[in-house]
Structure formats: structure tokens, C-alpha cells
């Protein structure tokens, strides 16, 4: 069976770090593009970044402070999260792709597995 374990979330104060784990088995790493999503009460879910075949994509709101990884020894993608904001406040899912273009990686209805979430709460 196809799995995603999305760990790592926590409790944070503005201006801090976390790593969030996205553990997948029942499948290859490298074969799959694997993203990261987020979703804030009330609102939409939201592309946060993407990695495929060595490509790596963030949305506006996180570039130069999230840093996505894949470690396919481990058959784990990272998401590294630096200078926290109240506003990066929401549940964090990874997802695996279908087969997508590149430009498309923000948009939810082209992953066909998710990951059960983890919770990102940034507040002093």
C-alpha cells in the first residue's frame, strides 16, 4: 500500500525553525514528485513547495525561508522551515503527484496520495 507519514510540526515562536518529515513507503521516492501543502482554518489548501527529479519549487510566500529534500535512502522528503511567521500557521500535508507539468505543482487535484498532516501552530 501506498503511504504517506507527514511528522514534525509543533509549536513555534516567530522567527523560529522547524523540520517537518514526509515518510513514504510502498513505493520509490524518485519516481514520484512529491509536494508540500499547507491548509489554515477557513481557508483553501495551498501549494508550499514541490521537488521532482532534482527540480524544486516554493510558492512566493516561503522562497529563501522553506527549503524542500529527499533523502531516498531513507525514502523521506524534508521541509525545512526557517523564520517562521504567525501567517505559516496551518496543517502541513505532503502529497504524491501524478503525472503533472512543472507549472502545475500548486494545484491539489493532481496528487492522488496524501499524507495525514501535521500541525504548524508559529505564535509567541
Known amino acids: 500500500d501506498v503511504q504517506l507519514q507527514a511528522s514534525g510540526g509543533g509549536l513555534v515562536q516567530p522567527g523560529g525553525s522547524l523540520r517537518l518529515s514526509c515518510a513514504a513507503s510502498?513505493?520509490?521516492?524518485?519516481?514520484?514528485?512529491i509536494g508540500w501543502f499547507r491548509q489554515a482554518p477557513g481557508k483553501e489548501r495551498e501549494g508550499v513547495s514541490f521537488?521532482?527529479?532534482?527540480?524544486?519549487f516554493y510558492a512566493d510566500s516561503v522562497k529563501g525561508r522553506f527549503t524542500i529534500s529527499r533523502d531516498n535512502a531513507k525514502n523521506t522528503v524534508y521541509l525545512q522551515m526557517n523564520s517562521l511567521k504567525p501567517e505559516d500557521t496551518a496543517v502541513y500535508y505532503c502529497?504524491?503527484?501524478?503525472?503533472?507539468?512543472?507549472?502545475?505543482?500548486?494545484?491539489?487535484?493532481?496528487?492522488?496520495?496524501w499524507g495525514q498532516g501535521t500541525q504548524v501552530t508559529v505564535s509567541s
Open positions: 502529497a504524491r503527484a501524478s503525472r503533472l507539468p512543472f507549472s502545475l505543482w500548486p494545484i491539489p487535484s493532481y496528487y492522488t496520495y
Open positions: 510502498g513505493f520509490a521516492l524518485d519516481d514520484y514528485g
Open positions: 521537488i521532482n527529479v532534482g527540480r524544486k
